[in-house]
């Protein structure tokens, strides 16, 4: 049995609240360190869509209302508490209406954004006060818990309990970093401590979130070895590199877990016909379903494409109209998409449907269970991106024996391996250039074309192992030199 005491904190968990892969990670690893022993506690808002979401939820009655001044308004909040599913991890609600009692997560219209995560953080430290409970490591997550680490060394520095609770935070992608003007200082009720801000920040008139977690954490940590290296260089840090390089041997990087108990196509209950690396059978029985689905006409011998994703540049969908025309029309290929997000590549896959109605297939907006089935039924995942801290998709592929066709970037790099004609588990391009990821495609399609170099191509993608029960000890680990070190 584990003596680790782990307070995960962040602005959502799956299945009560998400938006990204955050709230994935956050489940994931509140699961797999709870199975193992761990004390670990979750702490995350409770917005309205929890509230009315139908989860069974127990408020705390020992834990009386507490009001933190913020700006000379006091912001009360109680405590609600939930158990993560199969397992026996609490998670506990920070319950404030008026932060939280809202209809989206997060919005750039909220004028008070700063106050509702400075509250998030706050309130998890006063939390654990009430309990007793003395966390060894506060796992902080991404910008909405980027000031915990300097409210633990400034405004709760008068707890003597807490002095030798280390800080990890964990960058999940840096390119969101909670950036406000430097008048939220007095709000958040670090006018006194101003000094410890970053001063040059404060001198723009700005004070960023995440950077002062990235000054004020123990370790940083982020969701994979290769975007670890590349937030250090100034095309991947967003402005943030220079500290990230200074703090280089206090920064990890770990690939999160998947959830095979979710997305394991031997027993997948969302898919027309399950299968498995010995028995592929299943697998064409979802490419049929798939393409009908789709309402796209059947036609072996041509690979069928899918892609779930969030359509932005991030996703790397710039690099797609100029080569898309040109493969359907080489090669007769289906393209299944799931997705939604900027208006002119919403337009754009629309237009290429009416170009295209018998190969090309989309649905706007998103379908857990069509995102099952394009991973079950398609024979390659497309993922261009311009850069991706981890990325799920690539793995759940892996495991569904679709094949990968991905840009080497962060954990993109560090998941699938390229394949050379002997070995590898998809196919991949390095320079962020149309035609890199063409000849990627067509690579891949060549490939497709001889049913051995396939079939030996989608055993070894199969055989891969991203589970928690692999990723989630190098957590233990990490925090264990955290607490010793």
């Not at 109605?357 to 089935?373: F, K, M, N, S, T």
Request: glycine fraction near 10%.
């Amino acid at each position: 049995m584990s003596t680790l005491k782990i307070c995960l904190v962040s602005s959502e968990v799956t299945p009560f609240s998400k938006t990204g892969g955050l709230a994935d990670v956050l489940h994931g690893l509140g699961r797999y360190l709870g199975a193992a022993g761990v004390d670990v506690r979750i702490f995350t808002p409770l917005y309205d869509s929890v509230a009315r979401g139908g989860h069974r939820l127990e408020p705390d009655d020992s834990f009386d209302p507490v009001g933190i001044d913020f700006g000379g308004s006091k912001q009360h909040f109680q405590l609600q508490k939930a158990t993560l599913p199969e397992s026996e991890v609490p998670v506990w609600f920070i319950d404030c209406p008026a932060m939280f009692g809202r209809d989206q997560l997060y919005s750039s219209t909220y004028q008070d954004e700063h106050i509702r995560f400075g509250l998030l953080s706050r309130a998890a430290i006063e939390a654990c006060q009430h309990m007793g409970w003395i966390p060894d490591v506060f796992h902080c997550n991404d910008w909405h818990t980027g000031l915990l680490p300097l409210y633990l060394k400034s405004v709760y520095a008068w707890d003597e309990k807490l002095k030798n609770s280390k800080t990890l935070l964990t960058i999940h992608n840096i390119g969101y970093q909670g950036q406000f003007a430097a008048s939220v200082l007095e709000d958040l009720g670090l006018k006194e401590v101003a000094g410890l801000l970053h001063q040059e920040d404060l001198r723009r008139d700005q004070i960023n979130f995440l950077k002062t977690g990235l000054i004020y954490s123990d370790h940083l940590s982020t969701v994979s070895e290769t975007y670890a290296r590349e937030i250090q260089e100034p095309d991947g840090g967003r402005g943030l590199e220079g500290i990230l390089s200074a703090r280089a041997d206090h920064l990890s990087g770990i690939v999160n877990g998947v959830d095979y108990g979710d997305w394991s196509p031997q027993t997948d209950p969302n898919i027309p016909a399950n299968f498995s690396a010995k028995d592929l059978s299943g697998k064409k029985e979802c490419r049929d379903a798939l393409l009908d689905r789709m309402n796209l006409k059947q036609a072996d011998g041509t690979p069928v494409i899918g892609v779930v994703s969030r359509l932005t540049p991030q996703k790397g969908f710039d690099l797609l109209p100029d080569i898309l025309p040109v493969l359907l029309r080489e090669r007769n290929l289906r393209l299944c998409i799931l997705g939604s997000g900027e208006q002119r590549y919403e337009e754009y896959f629309q237009w290429l449907r009416d170009r295209f109605p018998d190969q090309v297939g989309i649905y706007r907006g998103y379908h857990e269970e069509l995102a099952h089935w394009i991973e079950a039924g398609s024979d390659m995942f497309l993922m261009p991106s311009m850069y991706e801290p981890c990325g799920l998709n690539q793995m759940y592929s892996l495991r569904y024996g679709t094949v990968p066709i991905v840009r080497r970037t962060g954990g993109l790099a560090d998941t699938v391996q390229a394949w050379d004609g002997e070995t590898g588990t998809g196919f991949s391009f390095d320079d962020y250039e149309p035609q890199q990821l063409l000849d990627a495609i067509r690579a891949a399609c060549s490939a497709f074309d001889s049913e051995k170099t396939w079939a030996t191509i989608q055993q070894n993608g199969m055989s891969q192992d991203f589970s928690w029960e692999k990723q989630g000890p190098l957590y233990e680990k990490l925090y264990k030199s955290l607490i010793s070190g």
